[in-house]
């Protein structure tokens, strides 16, 4: 069953094309992520594989050490545990569909969006607690140069 509903979180919009959270099975979304647009930390997912493929513009998609530039067509996947991020370098707003298994559900997008749309920066404390309740976990900062 599809969805007309758009979640706006910041300026990223997601439209639930399959929630799978009532029979724990996958979802898939719909991700329109415009050029230059604040995405979520690089993070993993304790219990979720998650497949990423682009259907217009261009989107860096990073998954533990590879760093691909995926185009139209072109997808990456998530195992369980990786550490993975994305954003849009290009001039055009970008256009993927994400399949989530079992699926974190939709209620995850509108708890985000309820701490990001608040104006001025998010509550970073705030935005943790919401990826924690759903299993997911921001990467640590990458650490500094020793100093010699």
Same mark, same amino acid.
């Given at each position: 069953?599809?969805?007309?509903?758009?979640?706006?979180?910041?300026?990223?919009?997601?439209?639930?094309?399959?929630? !799978?959270?009532?029979?724990?099975?996958? !979802?898939?979304?719909?991700?329109?992520?415009?050029?230059?647009?604040?995405?979520?930390?690089?993070?993993?997912?304790?219990?979720?594989?998650?497949?990423?493929?682009?259907?217009?513009?261009?989107?860096?998609?990073?998954?533990?050490?590879?760093?691909?530039?995926?185009?139209?067509?072109?997808?990456?996947?998530?195992?369980?545990?990786?550490?993975?991020?994305?954003?849009?370098? !290009?001039?055009?707003?970008?256009?993927?569909?994400?399949?989530?298994?079992?699926?974190? !559900?939709?209620?995850?997008?509108?708890?985000?969006?309820?701490?990001?749309?608040?104006?001025?920066?998010?509550?970073?404390?705030?935005?943790?607690?919401?990826?924690?309740?759903?299993?997911?976990?921001?990467?640590?900062?990458?650490?500094?140069?020793?100093?010699?």
């Amino acid at each position: 069953m599809s969805s007309s509903e758009v979640i706006k979180a910041g300026q990223l919009e997601i439209r639930y094309l399959v929630d !799978g959270t009532a029979t724990g099975g996958l !979802g898939v979304f719909e991700l329109t992520l415009p050029p230059g647009a604040n995405v979520p930390p690089p993070h993993s997912h304790r219990d979720n594989e998650e497949f990423f493929y682009v259907v217009e513009g261009s989107v860096t998609y990073s998954v533990d050490a590879e760093t691909r530039e995926l185009q139209p067509g072109e997808w990456m996947s998530t195992p369980r545990g990786s550490v993975h991020g994305f954003r849009n370098g !290009g001039s055009q707003t970008a256009r993927a569909l994400v399949v989530l298994t079992p699926d974190i !559900g939709a209620a995850y997008f509108r708890e985000v969006a309820a701490v990001v749309n608040v104006g001025g920066p998010p509550d970073r404390a705030a935005l943790v607690a919401v990826m924690s309740r759903y299993g997911l976990t921001p990467a640590a900062p990458p650490q500094a140069a020793a100093a010699g």
